[in-house]
């Protein structure tokens, strides 16, 4: 029987007690090899008659199993903003998510989970292999618990997305436990200090007579408004005795919409409102328009960016007496005025409130869809007023 070169080809398996048993894999007319089949012969003639037999009879011929796409191929689009699907898919169904944050999960992605599982298959990762890696990140030493477990989570919201759109029947991370956490707790201010701060002779000898530090300063203890909300506020966001936090500022991204989405009024104290006041009468670019921000930067819609903040923050902790080494060691942060003002709130108005003021999210995320406006929140008026205001 002639042989059909072209159409198939003819390999050896060897096996242990007998000779090698023949294989063939048969090419399609556009070229598409298909997966191997056994023709139980050990003798190379025999296993080309059986395999141009089979040609002849038209029985059909198994097409090859696709190869599974590795895991760089198939996360290659994965947390590019423009083009990570997930990301995509969350923005359309309404979801806030920053292009900082995906950023950073794509920092990790490259950094640690293709260089480890890049070159298999998605579907022959496994549990252990996940488990594996953690223990021994673990026990090189070199990263924290918590960066640990934001590696394994940056996975495990890759492949809960594939289990979700059928590429995957199980997601190889979801039994990995993470490991156990011990932050280090952030300090506070006292009283005392937060006094001195902001207290009659402050913004000469602390701020240096530097108005948008001294009021972006007081802005974020007064409220607990974060960094970002401060830098991207605007005029048209401040109304009577109250702030519309409508964004946020990233220094490389720009305005985007506060953290988780929390746009929420926050009652603003008297002094603190004079000061935004007297900032705006500077006039820096004329009078102030509705989109002007508060504390500009190279021009009336740019804020001032985070860097000169953070720098004159640890001045103004410096002139009070608090040196670098002691704000180091008791981790005072331009943040910990939101730690402050949460606690220095929180118990003399109920959580619920309070949570609407700072934007933070109950666990069962109760307070997603939530509206309320200056009329619910008099009584964190009436708090903060007492704790800053202008007497």
């Known amino acids: 029987m002639a042989r059909q070169a072209k159409r198939y080809y003819l390999y050896a398996r060897k096996r242990r007690g007998g000779p090698p048993i023949w294989y063939v894999r048969f090419r399609d007319d556009s070229g598409v090899i298909s997966s191997p089949l056994c023709t139980e012969e050990t003798e190379r003639d025999k296993a080309h008659e059986w395999a141009a037999k089979r040609l002849e009879t038209g029985v059909q011929i198994p097409a090859r199993k696709p190869k599974g796409k590795t895991f760089e191929e198939w996360s290659a689009p994965w947390w590019i903003f423009e083009t990570c699907p997930y990301i995509r ?15 950073v999960r794509r920092s990790t992605l490259n950094k640690y989970l293709i260089p480890e599982f890049g070159k298999y298959p998605i579907s022959a990762l496994t549990p252990s292999m996940f488990r594996d890696f953690k223990m021994r990140l673990f026990s090189e030493g070199k990263l924290k618990p918590a960066t640990i477990n ?7 919201v890759m492949f809960n997305y594939a289990v979700s759109m059928g590429e995957l029947e199980s997601n190889p991370v979801a039994p990995v436990k993470e490991l156990k956490e011990t932050p280090q707790a952030r300090g506070i201010l006292t009283i005392a200090e937060l006094a001195a701060l902001f207290g009659p002779e402050s913004f000469e000898k602390i701020w240096q007579g530097e108005p948008r530090y001294y009021t972006l300063n007081l802005l974020a203890a007064s409220t607990g408004m974060r960094m970002g909300e401060c830098q991207a506020l605007r005029v ?3 109304t009577q005795g109250f702030i519309d936090v409508a964004y946020s500022w990233d220094d490389r991204y720009g305005f985007c919409a506060p953290k988780w989405g929390s746009r929420r009024f926050v009652p603003v104290p008297s002094k603190t409102a004079a000061a935004i006041e007297n900032l705006l009468a500077l ?38 007496g608090i040196t670098e080494e002691e704000r180091a060691r008791r981790v005072l942060l331009f943040h910990g005025y939101r730690h402050l003002f949460n606690t220095l709130v929180r118990g003399k108005v109920p ?10 999210r109950s666990l069962a995320m109760s307070d997603n869809y939530d509206h309320a406006g200056p009329e619910q929140l008099k009584d964190v008026a009436a708090v903060t007023e007492r704790l800053f205001g202008a007497g």
């Not at 898919?89 to 950023?103: H, I, P, Q, R, T």
């Open 150 to 156: 934001s590696i394994l989570g940056t996975a495990r």
């Open 283 to 320: 006039n820096r670019w004329g009078e102030p328009q509705a989109g002007d921000v508060v504390f500009w930067g190279k021009d009336r819609v740019t804020p001032i960016n985070k860097e000169p903040i953070l720098k004159q923050f640890k001045a103004a902790l410096s002139r009070i």
């Open 236 to 238: 048209e966001n401040i």
């Open 351 to 360: 959580d619920e409130q309070l949570r609407r003021v700072t934007g933070h």
């Open 89 to 103: 898919e969350k923005l359309a169904n309404g979801y806030n998510m920053s292009k900082f944050y995906a950023e």
